[in-house]
């Protein structure tokens, strides 16, 4: 958009200008309404429009796209928004849902992800959304499913794609549906931490995806041998199935780049690619008999981008999608025994270096400059209490941020200027060997922080309290990464909040510095600081640069000063993480406490006991000395009133939930919990212990994951209750009381099968109340009250699902 002073004086904020362009399309939607009353305009929420505007309101007869995109918005399509993995896009659409309500649509961008594809319909419908545009959706599958829930969202996603497996693959439906499955419980198993679920990266999951591996191989198998029961079409269809599943498996099982726990030996995996070489050139000859031109260029396309992914792609072939593809079969079965020439990968030697700054004389070693030269304090040695009330010291940087310079920027006003420390090491940390870089700090307040390491700089938005920031060499310039041998220099800047959105008021940080580490290994809870004390939350994110706001004539003064030896370095040119990248554990904060509000205990006495029995730490409730409040970071907060007072959970939001509905907020370092009643936070507790692998069937049917390898995740859900809500029924679960789990007779999934069905019908209609002898019904069984307790809640629910993944007698 423009942006000249003119046109940026509508902008209410800087860098965002959602309202400027929402005056500009209303002002033609109300000249278009005039000749056209029943048409409906669309525009986007896209880049500079992304964020919800602040003071004005779409038209009636504009409906505004939301269009996440990917990067700074979106990270992943294989999942909805309530995912950890699209936080950000779950707070923007939520923005606009708020701020403009019926007036927002969807610009998705679905990929090939059917199954995520399928979660985010059903999401939009239950927040009330009605237009919806699918830019590029790839595949069959994701075609029918979103074809068919886009109009119908109540549907069953399970039932519709059993549905299309049968209908698709014929005589392989059983195992190409149960393939699938796989894929979607490995997405959903796996996915909280990294973007792909399927390049394990944690020595924990091995068992797991070897166990999964197995079963694809028998799986994909059978699939083949079944396609030669099929008609030539359908055949092509299973076969196209089956490659996918080679390819991926392929990565995973690479004898030098895949996981250190499922690496074939080079024979097998020489068996395996000409397996997959023979399957593509069968598919590709079966494609052209068929005439299928477009099957042939894209089955070719693929099997290139895998022999690329691979480390393939023959010598001989400059451009392996193009020529004559049997003679790329050919080459790449004949450069594969010169390739296993090729030592298969060892296993790297464990090596972690850690530098504390808690020692005598460290304070000395720190150097200190910035924009404004008579507010820098030199550091200082320093002691931080966390909430458990362990001792912490390590080097203070204090920042008077509040007292910079204020400059007009747009129609705000903000601080401008830098806070600048810097510790070089004599020698160097012997970083040789160590893909990632942690450093352990904590902070008084939220603040933006740019983090220079050597010639690496990377940006972060710390959170106030104890955190882990982290730097994965794999995302910066391979030539940076390769000459990563030791680590010279450390040194950050500290920028005022009011330069970023949301421009929070400019406050002071004391920043203190406990250590550095230098690894080659993915973080564990059995490696961090505070073992028995803390569960650690981790935050995933986009490698996003912050945007520089110091004025020229400082920049060119400090360069000046630089030239000449008189002040430190402020070069901001160095090597920057490279343009979409991802950095899993980017942020690691331990959760010390769970403050709840007095009305709250049962709730907070609940989550307690599961995460104790999930992750093995048992968080004390509401410690001494430690209460809610905007700079207390490290806690989970239950209730509506803890929440408030940290600004954690906002009036509009409760409200939007409604009775019985909640809020769950776990994002930079806190946790919130709250509904608006008793039973709206209970209800967002279970619903943040049931994203960690805690399953309520029913009353002596509670499932609890072994997660004491685990992080607690990110999440942000607004949750109303379809229905009114049943709190004797969603309650049960909070009781320490054991009961005796009823037996389940033949004829319960049918009858709760049926109880689904007639309580979508209701939702269909615009039903907000369950009649009596429906609610009488819901009772003839634990299975029947389990899927009628979750319907009442949200009725696009899989009911399918919910009864399938029911325990059966026997079930462990």
């Known amino acids: 958009v423009c942006q000249c002073p003119q046109c940026r004086a509508a902008d ?275 494609a052209e008999r068929l005439r299928l031109a477009s099957l042939a260029k894209g089955r070719q396309t693929a099997f290139a981008d895998a022999l690329g992914k691979l480390g393939l792609t023959p010598p001989a072939v400059k451009d392996a999608s193009a020529g004559d593809p049997s003679k790329l079969f050919d080459q790449t079965v004949a450069h594969l025994d010169e390739w296993l020439t090729k030592p298969a990968a060892t296993e790297a030697t464990p090596k972690t270096v850690t530098l504390g700054f808690d020692a005598p004389g460290e304070a000395a070693k720190w150097l200190s400059d910035g924009t404004q030269p008579d507010l820098i304090r030199p550091a200082e040695s320093a002691t931080v209490t966390t ?20 400059v007009p920027r747009g129609n705000i006003q903000t601080h401008v200027g830098r806070f600048y420390a810097e510790r070089v090491f004599d020698p160097p940390l012997d970083a040789d060997g160590c893909p990632f870089l942690e450093v352990h700090l904590h902070s008084t307040r939220d603040v933006p922080l740019t983090l220079y390491a050597g010639s690496l700089r990377a940006d972060f938005f710390l959170h106030a309290g104890e955190q882990i920031i982290r730097l994965d060499l794999s995302n910066f310039d391979p030539a940076v990464a390769a ?111 769970i403050l709840a509000d007095s009305a709250e205990q049962r709730a907070a006495e609940a989550l307690q006991r599961y995460l104790q029995q999930a992750f093995g730490v048992r968080l004390p409730i509401n410690p001494p000395g430690v209460s809610p409040g905007r700079d207390v970071g490290n806690v989970i907060l239950v209730g509506q009133q803890s929440c408030r007072q940290a600004g954690w959970v906002a009036d509009e939001e409760l409200k939007y939930v409604g009775a019985g509905g909640f809020v769950a907020h776990a994002w ?67 009781s320490e009381t054991v009961t005796a789990a009823a037996r389940l007779s033949p004829s319960d999934a049918p009858h709760a099968l049926r109880l689904a069905e007639a309580i979508k019908n209701l939702a269909r209609a615009g039903q907000r109340e369950l009649p009596a002898p429906l609610l009488q019904d819901a009772q003839v069984s634990p299975l029947s009250r389990h899927v009628a307790t979750r319907l009442l809640r949200d009725p696009f629910a899989d009911s399918a699902r919910m009864i399938r993944e029911f325990p059966k007698p026997g079930d462990r």
């Not at 996603?157 to 059983?174: I, K, R």
Request: net charge positive; with cysteine.
């Open 387 to 406: 909430p458990s009330g362990a001792t912490l010291r390590g080097v203070r940087i204090t920042a008077r941020l509040s007292n910079l310079p204020v």
């Open 483 to 593: 000459n990563w041998k030791r680590l010279e220099s450390l040194a950050f800047d500290l920028w005022p909040q009011d330069n970023y959105y949301p421009y929070s008021p400019a406050a002071d940080v004391a920043l203190t510095v406990l250590s550095v580490t230098a690894t080659n290994a993915d973080p564990s809870p059995a490696r961090l600081p505070h073992q028995g004390q803390a569960l650690w939350l981790s935050q995933f994110r986009p490698n996003i640069p912050n945007r520089i706001t110091v004025p020229a004539e400082h920049r060119d003064k400090l360069r000046r000063q630089k030239q000449t030896g008189s002040a430190l370095d402020y070069d901001l040119s160095r090597s920057t993480e490279k343009f979409r990248t991802f950095t899993s554990h980017r942020g690691l904060s331990p959760m010390y406490a």
């Open 12 to 286: 209410p904020i800087p860098d965002y200008a959602t309202d400027r362009v929402l005056v500009w399309t209303n002002a033609i939607a109300r000249a278009v309404k005039q000749r056209h009353p029943d048409k409906t305009l669309l525009s986007l929420g896209y880049g500079d429009t992304v964020k919800p505007p602040l003071r004005v309101k779409p038209e009636s007869n504009v409906v505004v796209l939301y269009c996440p995109w990917f990067w700074n918005s979106r990270t992943s399509s294989a999942v909805s928004f309530d995912h950890p993995l699209n936080v950000v896009a779950m707070k923007e659409l939520m923005g606009w849902l708020l701020t403009c309500p019926g007036r927002v649509g969807l610009y998705d961008y679905p990929g090939s992800f059917a199954y995520g594809a399928a979660q985010r319909v059903k999401l939009y419908a239950r927040h009330g959304v009605r237009h919806i545009y699918f830019n590029g959706p790839s595949g069959d599958r994701l075609h029918w499913l979103a074809g068919r829930l886009i109009w119908h969202p109540f549907l069953d996603t399970e039932a519709l794609h059993d549905e299309f497996v049968q209908a698709y693959y014929g005589p392989a439906a059983a195992p190409m549906g149960e393939l699938f499955r796989l894929e979607q419980e490995a997405v959903e198993r796996f996915s909280h931490h990294r973007r792909s679920a399927f390049m394990p990266t944690r020595a924990a999951e091995a068992p797991w995806w070897r166990d999964y591996y197995r079963r694809v191989r028998e799986l994909m198998s059978q699939a083949e041998t079944m396609a030669d029961k099929a008609d030539d079409a359908t055949k092509a269809r299973i076969l196209a199935g089956v490659a996918d599943a080679w390819q991926t498996m392929l990565l995973a099982t690479h004898p030098q780049t895949g996981n250190s726990g499922l690496r074939s030996t080079p024979d097998v995996f020489k068996r395996d690619v000409q397996h997959y070489v023979d399957l593509s050139r069968r598919l590709l000859q079966l």
């Open 668 to 734: 930079q370092g806190r946790i919130a919990l709250a509904g608006p009643d008793a039973a709206g936070t209970a209800a967002g507790v279970a619903r943040y212990l049931e994203d960690h692998g805690v399953r309520f069937f029913a009353p002596g049917l509670v499932r609890v994951a072994d997660m004491k390898d685990d992080f607690l995740h990110e999440l942000y859900v607004l949750d109303p209750p379809w229905f009114s809500p049943r709190p004797d029924w969603d309650l049960w679960w909070m």
